[in-house]
């Protein structure tokens, strides 16, 4: 369990991430969304108390990170790809890792196993390629054996079976009980693994919701209809209250009709015994969901910069 | 468009897994794993063997210098040469190579973490953050008080042996010698757990090293610069000169005594390791 409580975080005149609250459950994949530079990272740092919030505060498990007897139990976290000496091998960063926490060397043995790095262990981390960085990250998050994992956008630079794995690897981690925080600026990726959503954008959060509820608000697309009968289709159609259809210049047979499912316009054209080639209901995808909710965010900002220009009195 | 649902009531399960052990983070799994840590990377140790031949390689060279000079004095006599050599010292002028070895170790060790992101990974396990520098403190410590010994002694007794041909050697026994001989090693151990400190408020490899050689090497020449009752003042007080204090075997009127030496050392390393854990624990990582 994850709970952050009005996270603030300024740097100088900039506010990185602004009364920020929200609580991650255990059971299920979380997943932590927004663009580029919306304060995800940040956020996830103040989690962990590597960045000390400017107000506001984080707990997990009902107590601050760095108040936990042993914080590697409690949480694993893998933020950004690299936190690892470029000198040292897997092996022996796992080694001193675990060695804070008295962890079995046997654990180690066994992290390095699940995450797939056997062969490469004893190499120097430095020379190692963005996924085989990706996935001793994820060896070092789950070192502990924690009760709640924070991954920050961990599918960067991992090939399809990659990618695969770590879909797979949150889902079990979500159904044995823990708590599962993924970042990521990838709506079609955490459609797919994440049940619930925390969307921020420039450090505020946009929306909290699950991901079936985000779904179904993204999905008010058209339906797309392909007719040979389309003059007189159209013309039923648009009778019909509420109902909006549009024609497409290039394509005489094509229509797209909105405000009526795709099963209405069928049966409309059987009992008049039209020809339907296609019938396909439109889904607004979930990417160009997310980009229309945070570039919402974005043109607040944009609105509220030149009103503050002309506000300032002329140097 | 902002949606938000009460969260349901999902029973939190209790995971009970014993894989991972039991341990807390105390300071003897700290320090172990600072240890594991140092030993780990290959650049520990060709710094660690530079600080061994640049302090033994120096002493062998410079001993044999000196035999050559008494052996074939130049026009001034062996006489001059012989008035003020220490044969203790002559042969423990490596330290001066070595104290800058140890120093960049002591830099890298933290500054290393920084420039990888290691920090962020060592914070993690140890989020208090203070016992990670007492950690590091304590491993490079011990390391580097140790091989200053070796190396001093080593020093100290291939030189004596050299220098015993033209019969000009001394003893550890001798009145003072042994004090010089481990005042070296003890000097070399302060710059190291110095650099150390001065890592950790810096950050930056480049910066840690620059002003750990200005500390040592350019202070000095600019206080020679200051006007002389400024410079009486000052002078005795740096570094270099309190650890010249406890390596000198003559009494120096421009130096402490040796005790007072050490104890200006001591106040800085205290001054150094406190301003280490405040920039340490204030700063974000």
């Given at each position: ?33 927004g663009p580029n530079g919306a304060g995800k990272s940040t956020t996830m740092r103040m989690l962990l108390g590597l960045d000390t919030p400017s107000s506001g505060h984080a707990v997990v498990n009902g107590r601050r990170y760095a108040e936990h007897a042993a914080p590697l139990r409690e949480v694993g976290a893998m ?237 | ?156 007794l291939v030189g004596q042996s050299i220098l015993s041909t033209v019969h000009v050697q001394t003893t550890l026994s001798a009145p003072g010698v042994s004090r010089v001989v481990f005042g070296t090693a003890l000097y070399l151990t302060v710059i190291g757990l110095l650099s150390v400190a001065l890592g950790t408020m ?84």
């Amino acid at each position: 369990m994850i709970e952050a409580v009005g996270l603030t975080k300024r740097y100088g005149p900039k506010t990185a991430v602004q009364d920020l609250s929200f609580s991650v459950r255990p059971g299920i994949v979380t997943g932590f969304l927004g663009p580029n530079g919306a304060g995800k990272s940040t956020t996830m740092r103040m989690l962990l108390g590597l960045d000390t919030p400017s107000s506001g505060h984080a707990v997990v498990n009902g107590r601050r990170y760095a108040e936990h007897a042993a914080p590697l139990r409690e949480v694993g976290a893998m933020l950004e790809a690299r936190a690892i000496h470029t000198g040292r091998s897997a092996y022996n960063h796992l080694l001193a890792l675990a060695a804070t926490h008295a962890i079995p060397r046997s654990r180690v043995e066994e992290v390095i196993d699940l995450v797939g790095l056997r062969e490469v262990a004893r190499r120097r981390a430095g020379g190692f390629s963005l996924g085989m960085g990706q996935r001793l990250g994820i060896a070092s998050a789950l070192l502990g054996d924690p009760a709640t994992v924070i991954l920050d956008e961990p599918v960067n630079g991992l090939d399809p079976e990659g990618i695969l794995w770590i879909r797979n690897l949150l889902k079990s981690l979500a159904s044995e009980g823990r708590t599962v925080l993924v970042s990521s600026h990838l709506m079609s990726e955490m459609a797919l693994t994440a049940e619930h959503l925390i969307v921020i954008g420039r450090g505020k959060l946009i929306a909290d919701t699950s991901v079936a509820d985000f779904t179904r608000s993204a999905s008010q697309g058209g339906v797309l209809v392909r007719t040979p009968d389309s003059v007189r289709l159209a013309e039923l159609l648009g009778a019909l209250p509420e109902v909006t259809v549009r024609t497409d210049d290039s394509d005489v047979q094509l229509l797209t009709v909105e405000g009526a499912q795709s099963e209405r316009i069928g049966r409309l054209a059987a009992e008049h015994g039209l020809v339907l080639f296609e019938l396909t209901p439109q889904q607004a995808s979930l990417e160009e969901a997310f980009m229309e909710l945070t570039r919402d965010a974005v043109e607040y900002e944009a609105v509220v910069t030149p009103s503050k220009l002309v506000k300032e009195p002329a140097a | 468009m902002s949606t938000s649902i009460a969260p349901s009531p999902t029973p939190a399960p209790v995971l009970i897994s014993t894989r991972a052990g039991t341990g807390k983070v105390t300071m003897a799994h700290v320090v172990n794993a600072e240890w594991i840590k140092f030993r780990t990377l290959r650049s520990t140790y060709f710094t660690l063997l530079a600080a061994v031949v640049a302090d033994i390689g120096i002493a062998i060279a410079s001993c044999y210098g000196a035999v050559d000079r008494i052996q074939h004095p130049r026009h001034e006599g062996p006489q001059h040469f012989l008035q003020d050599f220490s044969p203790a010292e002559w042969s423990l002028q490596g330290y001066n190579l070595a104290q800058l070895a140890l120093g960049v170790l002591g830099v890298l060790i933290v500054t290393g973490e920084y420039s990888t992101g290691m920090i962020r990974a060592s914070l993690s396990a140890v989020p208090r953050r203070l016992p990670m520098l007492w950690g590091k403190a304590a491993v490079f410590g011990v390391v580097a008080a140790v091989l200053s010994c070796v190396c001093v002694l080593t020093s100290f007794l291939v030189g004596q042996s050299i220098l015993s041909t033209v019969h000009v050697q001394t003893t550890l026994s001798a009145p003072g010698v042994s004090r010089v001989v481990f005042g070296t090693a003890l000097y070399l151990t302060v710059i190291g757990l110095l650099s150390v400190a001065l890592g950790t408020m810096i950050r930056n490899a480049a910066g840690g090293i620059a002003t750990l050689l200005g500390v040592l090497f350019i202070v000095p020449l600019l206080v020679e610069g200051l006007p002389t009752t400024w410079h009486d003042h000052i002078a005795p007080y740096l570094p270099s000169a309190a650890g010249s204090a406890v390596m000198t075997l003559k009494q120096d009127p421009t130096l402490l005594s040796p005790g007072t030496g050490l104890i200006v050392l001591a106040c800085y390393l205290v001054a150094a390791y406190v301003g280490a854990a405040v920039v340490l624990k204030r700063r974000d990582a």
